[in-house]
């Protein structure tokens, strides 16, 4: 998704504000663009399609001097990825520049009217409308920068977080936000700007988020103010970020999904420490303990996400209702939001994202509060929007993923889910002693059995260049395993840009069958657990139609081995856990598939990590 970095103090601003932008990059994006306000107080603006890089190139003859800027990389919403569509924009008299992350709903009706009064525009966006609306209410109203953003804000109807440069002016920046995440780094005589921390944290550990409707003025060598749009003074909150820089580097991987895929058994451990304790018979999550008299009585849970997240859910619901016997919903976020959904006030509505700012997951959220049902959220970054509006919650606490295909993310969210089932069973009593510390006891070993299913990825590694040919693929498996089919899946269409399809593996006769022949591969998910003998007949099925199976199978198994063409063995667990060890081996596959096709596993085409727009 669109990335935000601004700069005013006394050094250069644009080597900064580039280095920003390569920090964002993992967001995805389709083109860049800076603008600097130089010694004279002019602003230049130099933008274009395609990556950081290309940026780069094209200031190379140009004035990039300034301690002031502003700088982006756009995901297109609104008209084309190309150079003019490309932030910052200006004004239609040159004297401000922007830039935004979000979408401006009503930008047509402003539009509409701005050129009735004269003005011109020169790409199709609705940030160029907003920093038009911003000049003429500046010149119509003769007010300052910030009372003009305030008055163009409360005309505008959607999310942005922007950051506008005034000509003339070389020591400010104005910004603001709404529903799209703004954070301002405060240094030492220096001030930065960044939609998320990523650019920041290598300079300053202090941060202000900004909050909905919020107008920030940033000024060289002042303390910061900030109002809201409607004008009332509010106090900023500068708050310390844990994230370290070396979190952020590729530690020798070549690929920060490899990186994440590795630390996998480390970040589960993390995610667990403090919460199950030393003699592994004991699980307590504060947000559930905290609020225990709502998950006792709730009726119902509903779980809202999107992606990746959404696949956690539905092993959520598999975990919750077989262990607390509490009915659950998992929802599309994006469809829960615009169907009317009937909620109550005694249901419990669980929100995960790793991101904390996915846009459809926070209107979800809004909706759920609206109606009265209690809020809990499973996040994974610290601070950011929907763990501040939740009314409680549990963090995954998996470092930042770069990635933007999920890998560590998505086992911390089924390891806060397995926590959460492990404390609410306890609290109902509607878990047996024997199997709740049986359970506790598996989950603390599933690190160390994670760290031996890595040791498959050399065999992985080896058999993905065989399915590069392929067009299509099915990925199969029951109960617990059914959503880690759909991950799979999800996994190798991002990165590899191969068609696949999840599906249960019972649901293959009802259609997906016909598609199977020598050329389909086939992956199961097949461990020696609950239902294997009738996946050992789908399995069959496939076979018979000579379908190419490549399988996930528990270590020692020999039937599932030999109806195989591929086997992957993964060490034995509880079956519920089975998804927490299941999916590694279909990271590594859809990773080194998507390597052998020369892909850019980090960065897929059109794929953004953090999804702020809906
Ligand atoms: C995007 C990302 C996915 C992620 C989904 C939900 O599509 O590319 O990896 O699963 O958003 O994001 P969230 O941050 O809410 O988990």
């Known amino acids: 998704m669109c990335g935000i970095v601004g700069y005013i103090g006394n050094k250069e601003a644009y080597p900064?504000?580039?280095?920003?932008?390569?920090?964002?990059?993992?967001r995805g994006y389709d083109s860049a663009g800076v603008a600097l306000v130089n010694a004279e107080g002019n602003i230049n603006v130099y933008k274009t399609k395609g990556k950081v890089d290309d940026l780069e190139s094209f200031?190379?003859?140009?004035?990039?001097?300034?301690?002031?800027?502003?700088?982006?990389?756009?995901?297109?919403?609104?008209?084309?990825?190309?150079?003019?569509?490309?932030?910052?924009?200006?004004?239609?008299?040159?004297?401000?520049?922007i830039i935004h992350n979000g979408i401006i709903e009503n930008y047509a009706i402003i539009k509409k009217d701005l050129i009735k009064r004269g003005f011109e525009f020169q790409s199709d966006t609705d940030t160029e409308v907003l920093v038009q609306l911003i000049e003429y209410i500046k010149t119509t109203n003769k007010v300052d920068l910030?009372?003009?953003?305030?008055?163009?804000l409360t005309q505008v109807i959607g999310a942005y977080a922007i950051a506008v440069v005034e000509k003339g002016n070389t020591n400010q920046i104005v910004a603001a936000r709404k529903a799209s995440p703004l954070v301002i780094g405060v240094g030492d005589g220096e001030f930065f700007l960044a939609s998320d921390a990523t650019p920041i944290v290598e300079y300053t550990k202090k941060v202000i988020y900004l909050n909905d409707q919020e107008v920030a003025v940033i000024t060289r060598n002042e303390e910061i103010h900030i109002k809201t749009i409607s004008d009332v003074e509010t106090t900023p909150v500068v708050k310390e970020i844990e994230m370290s820089l070396n979190e952020l580097e590729r530690g020798g991987f070549p690929h920060f999904m490899l990186k994440e895929i590795y630390e996998q058994p480390r970040r589960i451990a993390e995610a667990m420490r403090g919460r199950i304790n030393v003699d592994r018979n004991?699980?307590?999550?504060?947000?559930?303990?905290?609020?225990?008299?709502?998950?006792i009585n709730a009726k119902r849970i509903i779980i809202v996400a999107c992606g990746t997240s959404w696949h956690a859910g539905l092993i959520g619901e598999y975990l919750i209702e077989e262990f607390c016997r509490i009915?659950?919903?998992?929802?599309?976020?994006?469809?829960?939001?615009?169907?009317?959904?009937?909620?109550?006030?005694?249901?419990i509505v669980i929100a995960i994202s790793q991101s904390g700012e996915t846009a459809d997951t926070l209107a979800a959220i809004e909706l759920a509060k609206k109606s009265g049902a209690f809020v809990y959220g499973i996040c994974n970054v610290v601070g950011s929007s929907i763990p501040r509006n939740t009314d409680s919650g549990t963090y995954t606490h998996v470092g930042p993923e770069i990635g933007v295909a999920s890998t560590k993310a998505f086992t911390a969210q089924v390891t806060v889910l397995a926590l959460m089932t492990l404390t609410i069973a306890r609290l109902k009593k509607t878990i047996e002693d024997d199997l709740y510390k049986r359970l506790i006891h598996e989950l603390a070993e599933i690190p160390e059995k994670m760290e031996k299913t890595l040791a498959t990825n050399a065999k992985i590694?080896?058999?993905?260049?065989?399915?590069?040919?392929?067009?299509?693929?099915?990925?199969?498996?029951?109960?617990?395993?059914y959503?880690?089919?759909?991950?799979?899946?999800?996994?190798?269409?991002?990165?590899?840009?191969?068609?696949?399809?999840?599906?249960?593996?019972?649901?293959?006769?009802?259609?997906?069958?016909?598609?199977?022949?020598?050329?389909?591969?086939?992956?199961?998910?097949?461990?020696?657990?609950?239902?294997?003998?009738?996946?050992?007949?789908?399995?069959?099925?496939?076979?018979?139609?000579?379908?190419?199976?490549f399988s996930i199978i528990t270590q020692g198994d020999?039937?599932?081995?030999?109806?195989?063409?591929?086997?992957i063995s993964i060490p034995e667990t509880e079956e519920c856990f089975v998804p927490l060890l299941a999916s590694i081996p279909l990271q590594l596959l859809a990773y080194h598939i998507a390597i052998a096709k020369e892909c850019n596993v980090d960065q897929p085409r059109n794929l953004a990590k953090s999804v702020t727009v809906e």
């Not at 900064?16 to 993992?26: D, F, N, P, S």
């Not at 004035?63 to 008209?79: E, M, N």
């Not at 009915?327 to 249901?347: G, L, T």
Request: one cysteine or more; charged letters at 25%.
């Open 16 to 26: 900064i504000l580039i280095k920003g932008l390569h920090r964002l990059e993992y």
């Open 59 to 97: 200031t190379k003859d140009k004035d990039i001097s300034g301690t002031v800027g502003i700088a982006h990389t756009r995901w297109a919403t609104h008209g084309e990825p190309n150079d003019v569509n490309a932030h910052p924009h200006y004004s239609q008299s040159k004297s401000l520049a």
């Open 146 to 152: 910030q009372r003009a953003v305030q008055l163009a």
């Open 282 to 295: 004991r699980v307590s999550l504060a947000g559930i303990i905290d609020n225990k008299e709502k998950f």
């Open 327 to 347: 009915p659950v919903e998992v929802e599309y976020a994006s469809e829960f939001r615009y169907r009317n959904p009937i909620i109550h006030k005694d249901d």
């Open 461 to 481: 590694k080896q058999i993905a260049p065989i399915f590069t040919y392929a067009k299509n693929f099915i990925y199969l498996g029951r109960g617990y395993n």
């Open 483 to 549: 959503p880690v089919a759909l991950e799979g899946a999800l996994k190798l269409k991002e990165i590899s840009y191969i068609h696949a399809e999840g599906y249960p593996a019972a649901e293959m006769k009802h259609g997906p069958i016909a598609l199977i022949d020598a050329e389909m591969p086939v992956v199961f998910i097949a461990p020696h657990k609950g239902i294997y003998e009738k996946t050992l007949s789908n399995i069959q099925e496939v076979k018979a139609r000579k379908g190419r199976v």
């Open 558 to 567: 020999r039937e599932v081995r030999k109806l195989s063409d591929f086997c």
